[in-house]
Structure formats: C-alpha cells, structure tokens
C-alpha cells in the first residue's frame, strides 16, 4: 500500500507548517507527499530542499484555492493506492497513516475517512457534521442566535451535539482539514469542485461521494492535532468568502433551512 500526501499552503507561519511536514514520517508504508505553495513569494521553498519525498510546486501566480491547489496536486501525482489531504496547521500523530491505512483496508466499500482530531491542548475538536443548514451556520456565526429555539436545535444537529467520538461513525459532512480517499475514487468524483475557492468544499466532496454509493466514516483510531484558526471568524475577507461559498453550496445542492 501507498500514500500520496497533499498539503496546500497559503501565509501559514513557517513553524506551524514544520511541525506539520516534520509529522508526515511513517517508516511501516511507502508514500509520497506534494506540496502547493500558494504563498505571493515562495517562502517555504526552503523548507523542501532535503525532503526527497516531497515535490514543491510554487503557484501563488494563480492560488486557486483550497480544492483547486489540491486537484492540482493530483494531477501531477503517481498512482497511488490512497489519497491523505492534511492542513498545514494540522500534526499526525505517531504512525497515524499506518492506522489510517490499517481501518482503510477493513472497509471495502471505504470512500473517505478522517480520525480524531483534538486542539494542541489534548481536547477534542468537533469537527464531523450533518449537512451544513442554513439555520445551523447562522447560529454557529452568530452566538446571540441561539437564543432563539430553532436556531438552537438546528446547530445541535449540524454539529452532532451528541455524538461519541470513541466510536466509529458514517459521517455527512469530513472536514477537508485531515481526510484520506482511495485513489479510484477521487478520480470517480473528479476530486473537489473547482467553483469552491474556500469552505464548503469539503461538504461538497463528501456528499458527493456519499452520493456515489462509498462510505463516509470517521474512527478514533487515527489522531492528529490541529491549530484550527476559523478565520471567517476573525477575517472580513474570509467572512465575505465564507457567505461566497455557502450561497455556491445551497445554489448546488438546495436551500435546506433547518
């Protein structure tokens, strides 16, 4: 079995996107990994001068976002037997690709798969969901929006309130921040749709995915520890790029309000 492993960067810090590379070693597997630097000056050129693993490619001349630095990625890729997305502010865990590859090969019918992620802090971060909604986003955007009860009931069910994360679970909605896809099948989905700049695409994929009869799993097996910025939240720009793509998504796939 190999791995191809695909990072996309854009103005990462240096040292968060280190430890994240430093984390991608697994001596039990054969893989690769493809790096997209969509930085305006190629600076973490540097940084895979001595990685003979890695392929650099620098395209901050188009940066095509999320989904589109990640097709690329896989069109200059070998056939492989997976496909393992990681964000660059994401760190495996100590042989987390070996436990990937480990639960992959126990569903044959496997279309994407993530594991449990938690803050560098050691606690979890809820990042599985149930399709997004309007209402649920709305009160996850907007806290004082939850004081109305159908706004309340509607982030429950999107973020899945009630969900163990000991346990494995068919999954709506895998966050593009760790997945891992078998190399047929993101070549049958076509990969992420290049209308997503940013957000959402990985609702996208899944449910498409989904949609093509796989399944969509999440297992506590494999662990990784992300810095998870949400920068709609912080950024103007992102924000207006959030409300972007989530009129793409609804226009795409139907205004499901609640």
Not at 155 to 161: I, L, T
Request: proline residues 3%.
């Amino acid at each position: 079995m190999n791995v191809t492993v695909s990072i996309v960067a854009y103005n990462t810090s240096l040292e968060i996107l280190s430890k994240c590379v430093d984390s991608i070693r697994d001596r039990n597997i054969v893989w690769n990994g493809i790096f997209i630097d969509h930085s305006p000056d190629s600076r973490y050129k540097s940084l895979f001068e001595n990685r003979e693993q890695w392929q650099y490619f620098m395209r901050g001349h188009i940066n095509d976002g999320f989904g589109g630095g990640n097709n690329f990625a896989m069109s200059q890729a070998k056939k492989s037997d997976y496909i393992l997305l990681v964000n660059p502010d994401l760190y495996l865990e100590e042989n987390s690709i070996s436990d990937m590859l480990t639960f992959a090969r126990s569903k044959p019918n496997l279309g994407i798969f993530t594991g449990k992620i938690t803050y560098p802090n050691g606690s979890l971060q809820r990042l599985n969901k149930k399709n997004p909604t309007v209402f649920g986003l709305m009160g996850r955007r907007f806290p004082f929006l939850q004081k109305i009860s159908i706004i309340t009931k509607a982030v429950k069910e999107y973020e899945m309130s009630d969900m163990n994360y000991e346990s494995e679970m068919d999954i709506e909605f895998i966050s593009g921040c760790w997945m891992l896809i078998p190399y047929h099948v993101w070549y049958e989905v076509k990969g992420f749709d290049p209308r997503f700049f940013l957000y959402f695409e990985d609702a996208d994929l899944t449910r498409r995915i989904k949609n093509l009869g796989y399944r969509t799993l999440y297992a506590p097996s494999a662990r990784a520890i992300h810095e998870y910025q949400r920068g709609s939240h912080k950024s103007f720009k992102l924000f207006i790029l959030f409300i972007r793509s989530m009129i793409q998504y609804f226009t795409k796939w139907g205004w499901q309000w609640k």
